[in-house]
C-alpha cells in the first residue's frame, strides 16, 4: 500500500484574515472611562495682595468618617442641606444686592459674590455621601440660577445652557452666552474643598 500525502493548507491569506479581524475589534470595542466631578479651577492671579473674608461670608460644612453633616457647627441632614445653603447665598446681608430674595440677616453672607461655601470631610468619609454632598451644594447654586434666569429671561438657567450646547438650536448663541455668563457673575459657584 503506497503512503498517502497528506494536503497541504494555504495559509497565504491567514494573515490577512487575522489582520482584517483585529481591526474590526479594534473599531468596534469601546473603551469606558472613568467620569469625575466635574469642576473648573479658578485662573491664577498675580495677585499679592491679601485677601481678607469675613467669616460670616464662609459657610462650613464639615462631613466627618461616620457620614454625619455639622453645618455652621449645627448636626444636619443631608436632605436639609441644599435649603440652608439657598438662605445662604441668596441672603444679601449687606445691602447690595437687589435681586437677592433672602431675609437680609447682616450676621450671615453679604453678597453671594462674597458667599463661599467650604467642604471639610474625613478621609474615611465613603464616597457616595462625599458626591451626594457635593450634589446638594452644587445643586443649590442651580437653584438660585435657575430663579435669576426665569426672573430674567422667562428660561430657566439649564435649558438656557442646553440650548448654547444643541448644535441645531436656531437662536442667537452669542447673545445666549453672554446672558448665561451674567447669571454665573450674579450668583459664582464659590465651593472650596479643606484638606
Same mark, same amino acid.
Given at each position: ?6 494536503? !497541504?493548507? #494555504? ?30 479651577? +479658578? ?5 499679592? !495682595? ?5 467669616? &460670616? #461670608? ?32 441668596? #441672603? ?13 440677616? +447682616?450676621?450671615?453672607?453679604?453678597? +453671594?459674590? &462674597? ?20 450634589? !446638594? ?40 452666552? !453672554?446672558?448665561?455668563?451674567?447669571? &454665573?457673575?450674579?450668583? +459664582? ?7
Amino acid at each position: 500500500m503506497a503512503k498517502r500525502a497528506a494536503p !497541504e493548507v #494555504n495559509a497565504g491569506s491567514m494573515a490577512d484574515i487575522a489582520f482584517l479581524l483585529l481591526i474590526f475589534f479594534l473599531v468596534t470595542t469601546t473603551i469606558e472611562t472613568d467620569s469625575g466631578i466635574n469642576r473648573k479651577l +479658578p485662573p491664577i492671579e498675580d495677585n499679592n !495682595e491679601n485677601v481678607v473674608i469675613k467669616q &460670616k #461670608n464662609i459657610f462650613t460644612v464639615l462631613l466627618n468618617g461616620r457620614d454625619q453633616l455639622l453645618v455652621e457647627d449645627e448636626p444636619m441632614e443631608l436632605k436639609n442641606l441644599r435649603k440652608a445653603a439657598i438662605e445662604f447665598l441668596d #441672603n444679601g446681608g449687606d445691602g447690595t444686592c437687589t435681586y437677592c430674595k433672602g431675609k437680609k440677616d +447682616p450676621t450671615s453672607s453679604d453678597n +453671594p459674590d &462674597k458667599a463661599i461655601i467650604s467642604l471639610k470631610n474625613d478621609r474615611e468619609t465613603s464616597y457616595k455621601m462625599y458626591i451626594a454632598v457635593q450634589n !446638594e451644594l452644587v445643586a443649590a447654586y442651580n437653584v438660585l440660577r435657575d430663579a435669576r434666569a426665569q426672573s430674567l429671561y422667562g428660561k430657566s438657567f439649564s435649558e438656557m445652557e442646553a440650548n448654547l450646547n444643541d448644535v441645531n438650536w436656531p437662536g442667537n448663541k452669542t447673545k445666549l452666552k !453672554e446672558q448665561l455668563e451674567k447669571i &454665573k457673575v450674579e450668583y +459664582p459657584q464659590k465651593l472650596s474643598e479643606v484638606q
